[in-house]
């Protein structure tokens, strides 16, 4: 790949914001979406992620349901007032 299409792939790019405190979590999601190609920013509070968060920055978020200081829920009611961005809940449990 040239050096060129290299920059127009980096442009294309999904950027994924990740709500999630479990680490095993984090880091199979981690591998997982970078290696396909995913930009990846991770929050582990609704704290980190409510300063992480603009709209139109992200493309895509996955969203914990149960948190430390709340839940995904609470953050997708924020998100909502102002971004039709497309959201993903995860509960961890299996």
Same mark, same amino acid.
């Given at each position: 790949?040239? =050096?060129? +299409?290299?920059?127009?792939?980096?442009? &294309?790019? &999904?950027?994924?914001?990740?709500?999630?405190?479990?680490? %095993?979590?984090?880091?199979?999601? &981690?591998?997982?979406?970078?290696? +396909? @190609?995913?930009?990846?920013?991770?929050?582990?509070?609704?704290? =980190?992620?409510?300063?992480?968060?603009?709209?139109?920055?992200?493309?895509?978020?996955?969203?914990?349901?149960s948190l430390p200081d709340g839940s995904g829920f =609470?953050?997708?009611?924020?998100?909502?007032?102002? %971004?039709?961005?497309?959201?993903?809940? &995860?509960? @961890?449990? @299996?």
């Amino acid at each position: 790949m040239t =050096e060129e +299409q290299n920059k127009e792939r980096q442009k &294309s790019m &999904s950027n994924i914001l990740l709500l999630e405190d479990d680490l %095993s979590l984090i880091n199979g999601l &981690s591998f997982a979406f970078k290696k +396909q @190609g995913f930009e990846l920013n991770i929050a582990r509070t609704l704290k =980190e992620a409510e300063e992480l968060w603009t709209d139109g920055k992200y493309d895509l978020l996955v969203l914990d349901v149960s948190l430390p200081d709340g839940s995904g829920f =609470e953050f997708c009611k924020r998100v909502r007032l102002t %971004s039709k961005v497309p959201i993903i809940f &995860s509960d @961890g449990f @299996g």
